[in-house]
């Protein structure tokens, strides 16, 4: 096996995209999605509600907060967060697996979640993405028209904390105009692929 930049020590690429909600990270995923087709997308486990426009086993596998607790005494999760009072996690059989049959996978996480991959993936390359700022942040939010106004809040707040990690990251992209940003991230992916 020929090993290349950002390669796990397992395979394929672990390509990690973090952003507070509503900065435009589902967005930019598909866009990237539908230019590398061969690429894998980490279909994430959450105990929380699915929202009218999202399909289970596309958007995320929703599960009861008692299978997502068995799981996690299981070690089914290559990593799990708590965020905004839901549970989230990662299906460790299917990042092993996509890996060692050198696929590039894409894992769309928060901060917390990214810091335990990177315990195990060293390698991943993590690329965070900023809304321009917390005022068009929360303009999206309300837009998007998922979220109540209480929710949103609570976002927003933990949108200024996740922010205050970027650091962590290797790239980070400011997602303003869209077409720019998805350029931003195709280029990134590209130096690695
Ligand atoms: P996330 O997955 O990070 O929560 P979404 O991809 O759902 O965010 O985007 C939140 C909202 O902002 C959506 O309605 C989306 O269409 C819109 N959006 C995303 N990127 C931009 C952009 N660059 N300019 C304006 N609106 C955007
Ligand atoms: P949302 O509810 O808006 O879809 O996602 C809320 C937050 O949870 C986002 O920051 C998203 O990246 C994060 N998230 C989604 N799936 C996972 C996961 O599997 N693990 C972790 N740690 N975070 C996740």
Redesign the pocket.
């Known amino acids: 096996m020929m090993i290349s930049k950002g390669m796990t020590r397992s395979g394929g690429h672990l390509f990690i995209i973090?952003?507070?909600?509503g900065a435009g990270?589902?967005t930019l995923a598909k866009a990237v999605l539908e230019r590398h087709g061969d690429m894998l997308y980490s279909v994430?486990?959450?105990t929380?509600k699915p929202r009218a426009s999202e399909q289970d086993g596309a958007d995320?596998h929703f599960i009861s907060k008692q299978n997502f607790e068995a799981g996690i005494e299981t070690g089914q999760w290559a990593?799990?967060?708590e965020?905004?009072g839901?549970y989230?996690?990662?299906s460790d059989r299917f990042i092993v697996h996509g890996l060692s049959s050198g696929r590039d996978i894409l894992l769309?996480?928060?901060v917390?979640?990214t810091i335990q991959i990177l315990k195990k993936y060293p390698d991943s390359i993590t690329i965070f993405i900023l809304p321009p700022s917390i005022k068009i942040l929360r303009k999206r939010l309300e837009m998007r028209g998922t979220d109540s106004p209480q929710v949103i809040d609570r976002r927003l707040e933990y949108a200024r904390h996740?922010m205050a990690q970027k650091n962590l990251y290797r790239h980070v992209i400011v997602n303003d105009n869209l077409s720019k940003a998805i350029e931003d991230l195709n280029d990134i992916i590209k130096k690695y692929r």
């Open positions: 973090s952003a507070p909600s990270k589902t994430s486990y959450t929380r995320y990593e799990w967060a965020v905004y839901n989230y996690g990662t769309d996480i928060d917390q979640g996740e």
